[in-house]
């Protein structure tokens, strides 16, 4: 006897697989391939029609080269200083060789040795690892400003040569600067304080036991 469930039941299966236009369905939902990528192809238009429309609307801005020097303006030892410079000019070289202050040192300039130290808006900062950018705004004092107006030595700065507390001198500068944050801070009350909050300042000389003895005797005099 001849069995026709197999051929009855490959037949549907070929008429539920194929339409009248020779068109396969996809195995979920019964969506043809012919709609799918009609789909596809509208929606990838779209994205480069609106691609295309915000190009003529908003075209990209035109790139600027980071050396192209952009205008600063730098309050120093109260006198507004106005700069034309790359924006990646640190404080220090700003001060050295723009500015023409070279009181302040180039030491390490990796920010280890202190020798670049000057106040900004009354706090320590390392110059070398600032920004001349991020100084706009700012009160910079260097060692060229701590002397009075007649030129009378600023205290610190008497005491240290009273002290002899320097050698070469070459990170003298950074000292004293440092050292007039570490009275106004209120950290000198002890000479294990002022070792403390001195530690960023390097001396190669070690003139350390003069320095301490300069920072005690002029916190006298500023608290006076």
Do not use: W
Not at 66 to 84: C, D, I, Y
Not at 107 to 121: F, N, R, S, Y
Not at 195 to 219: F, H, Q
Request: aromatic share 4%; proline share 4%; net charge negative.
């Amino acid at each position: 006897m001849h069995d026709t469930s197999s051929s009855a039941g490959n037949g549907v299966g070929r008429r539920d697989t194929q339409d009248g236009g020779g068109r396969d369905d996809l195995a979920t939902g019964g969506v043809s391939r012919r709609n799918f990528l009609t789909s596809t192809v509208a929606s990838t238009m779209t994205v480069t029609l609106l691609d295309t429309a915000r190009g003529q609307t908003a075209p990209a801005p035109a790139r600027v080269s980071p050396r192209q020097p952009v205008p600063l303006s730098l309050t120093v030892n109260g006198q507004e200083r106005r700069l034309a410079l790359d924006v990646r000019t640190s404080l220090l070289d700003a001060l050295r060789e723009h500015i023409g202050l070279t009181g302040t040192k180039k030491g390490c300039d990796h920010g280890q040795c202190g020798a670049c130290t000057v106040l900004m808006d009354g706090t320590r900062v390392l110059s070398c690892l600032t920004f001349a950018a991020m100084a706009q705004g700012h009160d910079i004092v260097t060692i060229e400003g701590l002397a009075g107006p007649d030129g009378a030595l600023h205290p610190m700065q008497q005491t240290f040569i009273d002290h002899d507390a320097f050698q070469c001198g070459y990170c003298t500068p950074g000292q004293i600067m440092s050292a007039v944050a570490c009275v106004g801070e209120g950290h000198a009350g002890s000479d294990a304080e002022i070792r403390e909050y001195m530690s960023g300042n390097l001396c190669r000389c070690a003139c350390y036991p003069n320095i301490v003895d300069a920072i005690t005797d002029a916190k006298a005099k500023m608290e006076t």
